[in-house]
């Protein structure tokens, strides 16, 4: 190899790890659990939504629920300290698996963009996200799939 392709190839590799990196850092926040159905409910435990003591954020801003028995996952964003909306992660325009991240549901398949009230902020899809009936019960974030 001589030197021009050399430095060609270096310069392509440092330029895909630096466009690599924020969406890898962006992936780090993401929790996944899978939980067990009860009794037409899902419970996931509040203290799911904290954080190892020593980051900066306190608290996940959503966790992914899955189970075998679900078509597709449930994203849980926690708003506040005791309001919280579940979301199922179905594009409402194509059926597609949506993406979480940070504030925002993602339809990989044709660009459509859900907020954290499951609102269609970005076509095409024009319909909200099936938002699933949350309450708390004994430290524990009830959501009922019953529709």
Known sequence: MNRKDFIK????ACL???????VLTGCAG????????KNDSVYIPLSEF????????KFFRYIIVENETL??????YRLEKDNYTALLMKCTHLGNE????????????HG???GVEGQAVNGPATQSLHKFPVIIENQQL???LSI
């Open 9 to 12: 190839t270096c310069g392509l």
């Open 16 to 22: 895909n790890f630096s466009l690599l990196t924020p």
């Open 30 to 37: 993401v929790k996944t659990v899978s939980l067990a159905i």
């Open 50 to 57: 904290e954080k190892t003591p020593g980051k900066q954020e």
């Open 71 to 76: 078509s597709y996952p449930i994203c849980v």
């Open 98 to 109: 949506l993406t979480a991240y940070g504030t925002r549901l993602y339809c990989s398949a």
């Open 112 to 114: 459509s963009e859900f």
């Open 142 to 144: 009830k959501i009922s």
